[in-house]
């Protein structure tokens, strides 16, 4: 059985993306595993994963990253995340012996996961947008959530960690699809990469933002499957949360 039907352990889904498009995710065999077909976590439990000082709750669950590296990756393998936020990818991966290369654009976040990661793990302070620049493949695995965007009234850019008034959703979702591109060309034949990605709705608008990001990626890599993941209480803006796996197509 292959890495990705470990991992994801259900049946094929056409996933629409915006412009119409239909992706299809290959299928794959349901057997009993520890890794899950969908996800279902509490508000609360995040929190309590929630790193010192830190007062939101925008990270990643940590159970998420454990499953995606115990199955793509072996000990030793380089694990990426171009949008380290608060580090969870890179700290679970280096507790699980990985190696771990991050990128954050924010320096105050980028001190904390240095405390928070043993010496030799690498965090740079930079623009994932010159990804290609400051990482070197090749890459085994990259697990992110990039910063969300609506399509609507939001004229904060994600991609400057939102202290720009220079947003625009087109622009925004070029330059995302340009980082994926660079991830892309980082993995290793056989590498994978994991986003997790939301719908957003705001005053009667759903952004289609995981389908955009969606289609956006698999331009370069081959959409393995999307995983639905449940909240006891999402929060208000949220229509819809997956995980977007994406494989080489020579995986």
Known sequence: MSADQRFLRHSAHEFLAANGTRLRAPAAITQPGRV????SFTSAGLAAQRPD???DDVHLCEQVVVDAVEEFTAVGDLVLDPFAGYGTTLVVASRMDRQVVGV?????KVELIRRRLAPGARILHGDARELARLVSGPVDLCVT???YMSSVDHPQNPLTAYRTLDGDYARYLDELGAILADVAALLRPGGHLVVSAANIEENGVETPLAQDIAERAS???ALRQQISVEWDHPPS???ADCLLVFGRPDA
């Open 237 to 239: 803006w949220m229509s």
């Open 53 to 55: 000082g830190v007062v």
């Open 104 to 108: 954050e654009l924010d320096e105050s």
């Open 145 to 147: 959530s990039p910063p």
């Open 36 to 39: 899950r077909a969908a996800y």
């Open 219 to 221: 331009r370069h890599l």
